[in-house]
């Protein structure tokens, strides 16, 4: 069964720390890591990392993806307060059909204090 | 805006009602996806639609009838809900077909089964 797990579950840290946060997984006809940030309602989009694109780089955000390790981790420096959130991993494989299909981790939720 | 809509945001329904979840997106694509955010567990896929077509029903219960009228919405139908399924509801967008994209959420509907 496809799996992701994150880690950790939940972290507070100060404004001005850098945090790393780990993605971990086992899934079937792997095709791409997403990570998405979720403050309120809608996820929305951060990084894709492919076998042709294992490292992606966003202002104080960072990711790397190492498939020999079937891992990623997702780098934020200089945190800020705004960086509160849940931060979500996610692996595309691939369905019967050829279809993509997202498995989700749980989370890690992030709280930035003052 | 991740330009993917839903209304309603908010639902309080009984057991014996029925009622439907409404999305669209305005961004041209061609899949749509529903998942399921309960509390302290990972994003659940439920249904996937390619092209209108219904490509993954993800052992849901008939209680949740999905419908796909054309590629920019998507439907979630329904009825005899049990209040375990009260959680967030999720409607994704992507490019579709067999390459790889990332998905686009929109805001969800908080959905309360008394």
């Known amino acids: 069964e496809d799996k992701v797990v994150q880690s950790p579950l939940s972290l507070v840290v100060h404004e001005g720390d850098t945090v790393t946060l780990n993605c971990s997984y086992e899934v079937t006809n792997f095709r791409s890591l997403l990570w998405y940030k979720q403050e309120k309602k809608a996820p929305t989009f951060l990084f894709m990392l492919?076998?042709?694109?294992i490292e992606k780089k966003s202002g104080r955000l960072s990711s790397i993806l190492d498939k020999k390790e079937l891992s990623s981790i997702l780098n934020i420096t200089a945190t800020q307060t705004g960086d509160s959130a849940i931060y979500l991993c996610?692996?595309?494989?691939?369905?019967?059909?050829?279809?993509?299909?997202?498995?989700f981790g749980t989370g890690t939720r992030l709280l930035v204090s003052p | 805006e991740t330009g993917v809509t839903q209304t309603p945001r908010h639902l309080v329904m009984g057991m014996t009602n029925k009622k439907s979840l409404k999305c669209e997106q305005h961004?041209?694509?061609?899949?749509m996806y529903w998942y399921k955010q309960s509390a302290k567990k990972p994003l659940e896929l439920m249904f996937v639609y390619n092209f209108k077509e219904q490509t993954e029903n993800n052992s849901v219960p008939s209680r949740f009838s999905p419908e796909c009228p054309n590629s920019s919405h998507l439907f979630l139908h329904l009825h005899t809900l049990q209040p375990e399924d009260s959680a967030l509801y999720l409607c994704?967008?992507?490019?579709?077909?067999?390459?790889?994209?990332?998905?686009?959420f929109g805001p969800g509907t908080r959905l309360t089964v008394t």
């Open positions: 996610a692996v595309e494989a691939r369905m019967n059909t050829g279809f993509q299909k997202l498995v």
């Open positions: 961004l041209g694509h061609n899949a």
């Open positions: 492919t076998s042709s694109g």
């Open positions: 994704a967008s992507s490019q579709g077909g067999l390459a790889t994209y990332e998905q686009y």
